[in-house]
């Protein structure tokens, strides 16, 4: 637990390091090869019809050539949606996944991101296709066809966030913007992270995905966006067998006593703090006692855009007045 | 229905059945996302065929989606159905049971174990690509049922009853590791549940491949032992006195069956109902002879479940539906039907 808690502290002082150091700056190492846009270093956010394409980017399916500026990008991932429309590629985005709810104007289908259907995909003509996961060899099976896949899947860390970002950007033709986003949701995170007091003890939390205690580990993204903020998730080496989205027993949660409950259930519904303190055991919670139930937004909580810096600010808001 | 029945399937039965499945593969061919006439959707496939160059008016990706995604698809669906229907009647056939299914002696739970094995962590150093998880189906319906033919073949049983008992024990037991291995690994219940619910969806022709050696050697032999199965029906005694040897008979049924079952669950997934409702939908009409209802099964499961598949694609698209849902929600009224307008009452 201290281990982990250190090497977490560490990180976040890393993190902090490096923001401040290159705030603004947007570095993107090997990402992208863009001789073209390379040259140009303006910091327009306008995508202008510079000769960006053919352009490669390196992608979790190896490296993509795009050969000309997408105009029917088909997105599978709401998180993806989201950073193609914060990077200004949304005119290019001709269908979305039925999941992708924000911008609202972005063309929603219903298509899903969970089990694609290539076929229906295909009948779309799309000249880009972004996905954040690759089931049932979804990925060969559109390329074997001929479409161009982006794949671009549930980052480990913000770092990951950040590269996509300027993936995304650069794969679309707008290289400066999402830089600019990138740098953008950067230094929004580190501003945040200033205002993380330095605690002896780190805060413990639970994170409820649903009334049946069913929660997640460090080891996911949100998990570790948690982590940066100084908070030891309680269900953190309870049960390796599990996986990184475990069931603990009421009792467990109960016996850790969290100083922090977050709710942010997947299907949308929010307990009240009265409905919590009703559960059996509830009353007596530290979290309760002391009204530190933290409701999050369950679609920003389980996508990776750049409203990211939302959910860590309503985290860090919630916790920062904490000793 | 007369009373007597001939043994031989009639020519008008076989050449009706072929071309039935025949039109049943172009039908489901040429309808999709992106639809064209049956009569485009046969140039588009000639023209794939090596040496072949056909105009179809079709743009190379939209032309490469029929012939690489719904082609395969389709005939994987026919080749599953032909399996599971010709297994279900020989399973009914060597049990002597009305109610026996491909799945009669656990090949759908040990399938099940195996690919739950596969997806969650307990099986994590097998790796998740899709040739472990298939290798890992097959191999459990195929422990599952030498499991339970090692369990369940006595020296003294002669019906074949403690074999179908072993499978309900070895089936409840495999179902209960799944059950425990999926409760403790959340992530992989949605990967599980869409592969035991079919997976006709990601269906390619390497799945095609993989079928058709093993359902053309099983669907032989079993076809071939329909005389002999014939003669089970009076009873294993009878059978002996008649120069059947009702164990090794049954033996070889039964291996043969589950090689052509494990496969096909392996590159489908789990589809119930095929393998009861084919084999006594031809029984009603074409009467009790397996030299009729095997080989029949064979021809017409193809098309049953193609176009089952069909529905499954087409009516909520862009999503799909469960292949096993729709076999279910369409077979069940049809055979319901055939029951009732058929004096002929099922073994």
Known sequence: MTRMTRKTMRSAAALLAITLAFAGCGDDDTVVSAPEAVTDGSTSTSSTPEPMFPVTVTADNGEVTIPTEPTAIVSLSPSITEMLYAVGAGDQVGAVDASSDFPADAPVTELSGFRPNVEAIGALAPDLVFLARDRDDVVATLEGVGITVVLLEAPESLEDVYRQIETVAAATGHLDAGAEVAAEVESGIAALLSDVPERDEPLTYFYELTDEYNTLTSQTFIGAVLALAGLDNIADGVDPGAGSYPQLTAEYVLDTNPDVVFVAHADGSAPSADELSARPGWAELTAIVDGRVVALDPDIASRWGPRIVDLFDDVVRATAGIG | ??????????????????????????????????????????????????????????????????????????????????????????????????????????????????????????????????????????????????????????????????????????????????????????????????????????AGWDEVRLLVPTAFVSLTVLVLASRRLDLLALGDDEAHSLGVDAG????????????????????????????????????????????????????????????????????????????????????????????????????
Do not use: K
């Not at chain 2, 743009?59 to 995604?69: L, Q």
């Not at chain 2, 739970?109 to 150093?125: D, F, K, N, P, R």
């Open chain 2, 248 to 347: 090794r008979l049954r033996l070889a049924v039964v291996s043969a069956a589950t090689l052509a079952t494990a496969a096909a669950v392996a590159v489908s997934g789990l589809i119930g109902f095929v393998g009861i409702v084919i084999p006594h939908a031809i029984r009603l009409r074409v009467g009790p002879s397996y030299r009729r209802i095997l080989p029949l099964s064979l021809i017409l499961g193809a098309p049953f479940l193609c176009l089952a598949d069909l529905l499954a694609r087409t009516l909520l698209s862009p999503a799909e539906i469960p292949i096993g849902v729709i076999t279910a929600v369409v077979g069940a009224p049809f055979f319901l039907s055939l029951l009732r307008r058929s004096r002929v009452r099922p073994t």
């Open chain 2, 1 to 202: 229905m007369p009373r007597r029945h001939p043994t031989r399937p009639p020519l008008r039965w076989l050449v009706l059945s072929l071309v039935g499945a025949g039109a049943a593969v172009v039908v489901s061919v040429s309808v999709g996302p992106i639809g064209v006439s049956p009569f485009d959707a046969l140039r588009v496939v000639v023209d794939r065929l090596p040496g072949v160059a056909l105009d179809h008016g079709l743009d190379p990706t939209r032309a490469a989606i029929i012939t690489e995604v719904r082609l395969p698809r389709v005939l994987l669906a026919s080749l599953v159905g032909s399996v599971l229907a010709t297994a279900g009647g020989a399973y009914q056939a060597t049990f002597r049971n009305s109610l026996a299914d491909p799945f009669l002696l656990g090949a759908a739970a040990g399938a099940g174990l195996g690919v739950t094995v596969a997806l969650t962590g307990a099986g994590s150093e097998l790796g998740d690509s899709g040739t472990a998880v298939t290798a890992a189906a097959f191999v459990g319906a195929m422990v599952a049922v030498a499991l339970t033919y090692g369990l369940g073949s006595s020296a003294s049983e002669r019906t074949g009853a403690s074999l179908i008992l072993a499978g309900v024990a070895v089936a409840a037991l495999l179902s209960a590791l799944q059950n425990l291995l999926l409760q403790r690994d959340d992530e992989s219940i949605r990967d599980v549940y869409a592969w035991l619910l079919g997976r006709f969806n990601v």
